[in-house]
Every structure is written in C-alpha cells, then in structure tokens.
C-alpha cells in the first residue's frame, strides 16, 4: 500500500534518533520520494557522515527571492521500555495515533511538505518563487554541522531564501500556534572543590556542600520566573527556565560509591534558556555572582549553543505585523483555508531557524498540529493521523500562497 499516511510510516521506521542517526537510509528513502514527485535533488555534506538533503521546485520566476521549507532528519533518543509500542515501529492503533519517535518533531512536517508539493504538482501548479526544502542533519546536538554550516555555504547563498518556514511545536486547542522566535540554550555546568576526607567530619565549604548550596540558589531563581508563568503575568516561553540534567560526584568504590569519604569535587549541569531579549552578561554576572562565586571555589562553563544576535545586533525575532509582508501572506493563507491561528508566540525551546534569522531572514516557526497533546522529547510521542492529513492540506495553502506572492500585491 502506499498512501501518505504508509509513506509517513516508513520514513518514522527508520532510525534517525541520537547518538547513531541513520541518515543515509533517511536520504535515500527521502531522495527517492523526491525522484516520484519529480524534484530536483542534491545532497550536501558539510561535515563527514553527515548529509544534508536540498530539493528545489523551480519557479517560473527564479529571479524573485526562493522559499524554504526546513526540518531536520534527525531525532533524541527513546527509552523503548517506556513506551506503548516500540518507537521505531510507527504503529497505527484502531483509533489512528501513529507512535513514533519523531512522530512530531519533526518527521511530520518534513513528510508533509512533499505531500503537499505531490497534491499541487498533480494539480499543475506552478510557483512563481523557487520552492526548496531543506532536510537537515544534527539538529538537536545543536545544528552546528548541520544547518549552521549550510547556512554559511555558497550554495545557500545561491538559493536567494526571501522566507522559509521551520517547526513550530503541537498545539492542544483548536487554533495553529506559530512561532516568531526562540529561546536560547546555554548548557551550563557548576564545578565545586572542597575539602575532603572522612564521612563523618563536618567541614566547611566542602565540594558537596557548596553544590548544593548553588543548587538552591538556581532554584530559587528557577522559582521566581516559574511565579511570573503561575501569576499568568508570561508565557512559559517568556521567561528564563533553568532545569538541572545531572549531578555528578562520589568516590567511586568497588560496589558503588564509598559512602565514608566526602568527595573533594563535585559538579552541576544544567539546561538554561534564555528568551531572545534576556540580556546575556547580566545572566553571566548572576551566574559568577550567586551561583558559582570563586570565593566558595566554584566555578562555571557556559557552552553557548548558538547565535543570539543577528549580523546587526539585534535579538532574533521576526516580525509578525504589517511591517513583514511574509507575516500577512502567512497568515491569509491559513485563513483562506478555513483555519484559526493563536497569537504569534515565543517557542520555548530552539530550532535551526535561529541560524536563519541570523542571516536576516524572516523565519516563522509551524508543525500544523492542532487538538493534539505535546509530545516532543516525551515518551510515546504520537501522530494522529487525521491530523497528520489536514497538515497536509494547511501546507498546500501555504505553499501556493508564499510561492505565488509577488512583492506589491499586499
Ligand atoms: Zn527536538
Ligand atoms: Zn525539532
């Protein structure tokens, strides 16, 4: 059989999940979809092992600035014993979720923008901007042999990109959310050193003692921008989120850890998101200030992933009024095909359109999920199908609109 919903299915079977993606039967099964629907294709590698798939429809004015459609190949890893049904089976139950890792992020919209591209070929369509999709590798380890690299290359130059969508995130209500921007990560470590010996001894500025203390004092902040979401003064994706991903320290022992001897080191890490205005020396300062003060020895590594700036300066963020003609052509197109969108939002997490938006180019974050849990990242993350199909249709708007627009027709 295949159908869009099969063709979903075989790409969800193959297994693209970190550390080991198998990006090369990804590529080779996208490359052949592409070859059906009659794309242009070519394969770009930046970095060895690590191929970037680029397929173009041509349009009938290529002179015009090109649209980009991007999603990554790649996805985080599952815990298989967690789950429902195994996460590379993409199991369709009776009631027709599709289980998958990368079922929604973000394997769906990958697949839907050929889908959609298949239904306006068949019906003769013809842009007038130069349609590429972009299917990137390295994503969620940062993008940076991924769409970093690619949007340094010439052949990104060449595509002369006027506006591209990336994903967005799945929305529980009936409304499309799209995104303007997104927060940043700082994967963000605390090392303390302290006096060791013997389990019993009360010391003071120990390794372990000065951790914790941080480690209240990341909470504390934690909780106070958590208020500012609770009091439903922001969004979730408004505010700083600090999480802690481990702990490390102990003196390892034969069966586990000598549970008699205070270690002389022990270490923090941390997810932290910055949104696109927090100022990021003032969150240095905090850092080398509360929560890591060399007087208690403490120190801090901050790994940046990412820009936070454009070329200019200025915050990432793309305009979602009438100053940005893609916004409007964007917003008519969902409109036109009888949908609702939610106010334009901040994603809480981070996509590859941050290196888009570096470059100066208008970026709007989109999955078309809507009445759909969010399950990126979580265990039995899953499609419905019916969804799965009018995202399809969504992007056929979309398409035809943002491929058609010509400058002054707004
Ligand atoms: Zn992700
Ligand atoms: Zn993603």
Known sequence: EDTPITRFQRYLRINTAHPSPDYSSAVSYLKAQAHSIGLQAQTLEFSPGKPLLLLSWPGSNPSLPSILLNSH?????AEPSKWLHPPFSALRTSDGRIFARGAQDDKCIAMQHLEAIRNLRSRSF?????VHVSLVPDEEIGGFDGAAKFVESKEFQSLQIGFALDEGQASPGDEFRVFYADRFPWHFKIRAKGQPGHGSMLYDNSAMENLMKSVEAVSRFRESQFDVVKAGKAM??????????????????????AMNVQPSEAEAGFDLRLTPTTDPD?????????????????????????????????PLMTATNDSNPWWLVFKQAIESAGEKLFRPEILASTTDARFLRQKGIPVLGFSPMRNTPILLHDHN?????????KGIQVYESLISSLSTYTEGSH
């Open 282 to 314: 003032e969150m240095r300062r905090r850092i080398a200030e509360e929560w890591a003060p060399a007087v208690r020895n403490m120190s801090f590594e901050i790994i940046e992933k990412g820009p936070i700036r454009d070329y200019m300066g200025c």
């Open 236 to 257: 979730n994706s408004e505010v700083v989120s600090v999480n802690p991903v481990y702990f490390k320290a102990g003196v390892v022992s034969k069966d586990g850890f």
């Open 126 to 130: 013809q842009p007038l901007r130069t």
């Open 381 to 389: 993350e899953h499609l419905q199908d019916t969804v799965y199909m």
């Open 73 to 77: 190949l790649d996805s985080v890893p």
